[in-house]
């Protein structure tokens, strides 16, 4: 015989509010002292209304400090664009003069293929090496 279940209005604004602060449904059920299946059945509009007016207050009120002039503003504001009209933060490399860079990039891998260095020079110290290098 299935347990009956005695729907509480005490216990349906404890759902709502847990639920809008963001208490797992497990954790509910164990506060209420009731199973999933009962606390689907029996509570879930105030489930989904506790989690959609929670999220409603606290978007209005990320809504109101972006609008706001505070040092606080600016966050928000990048936050909300970000999750609301979708911006996203790009790296852009401007790359100018390529021409010499790639000139620069070519003798510099010419030098390195024609830089051979004798077992006699690989003892010796970088200072040495740049004498030897100059003569």
Request: charged letters at 30%.
């Given at each position: 015989?299935?347990?009956?279940?005695?729907?509480s209005?005490?216990?349906?604004?404890?759902?709502?509010r847990?639920s809008?602060?963001?208490?797992?449904?497990e954790q509910?059920?164990?506060?209420v002292?009731i199973?999933k299946?009962?606390l689907?059945?029996?509570?879930s509009e105030?489930?989904?209304?506790g989690?959609?007016?929670?999220?409603?207050?606290?978007a209005?009120?990320?809504?109101k400090?972006?609008?706001?002039?505070d040092?606080n503003?600016?966050?928000?504001?990048?936050?909300?664009?970000?999750?609301?009209a979708?911006?996203?933060?790009?790296?852009?490399l401007?790359?100018?003069?390529?021409?010499e860079?790639?000139?620069?990039?070519r003798k510099?891998v010419?030098?390195i293929?024609?830089?051979?260095?004798?077992a006699?020079?690989s003892?010796?110290?970088?200072s040495?090496l740049?004498?030897?290098?100059?003569?």
């Amino acid at each position: 015989m299935p347990k009956i279940v005695n729907k509480s209005e005490e216990h349906s604004r404890m759902v709502h509010r847990l639920s809008g602060i963001g208490i797992t449904h497990e954790q509910i059920c164990d506060i209420v002292g009731i199973s999933k299946p009962t606390l689907y059945k029996y509570y879930s509009e105030e489930l989904k209304l506790g989690k959609a007016e929670a999220t409603e207050m606290v978007a209005g009120n990320l809504f109101k400090v972006a609008c706001g002039n505070d040092k606080n503003s600016l966050t928000a504001m990048i936050f909300w664009l970000k999750t609301q009209a979708k911006w996203k933060e790009t790296d852009v490399l401007e790359v100018t003069n390529t021409t010499e860079q790639n000139d620069k990039f070519r003798k510099l891998v010419h030098d390195i293929r024609g830089f051979k260095l004798s077992a006699e020079d690989s003892n010796k110290s970088d200072s040495e090496l740049d004498k030897q290098s100059k003569t």
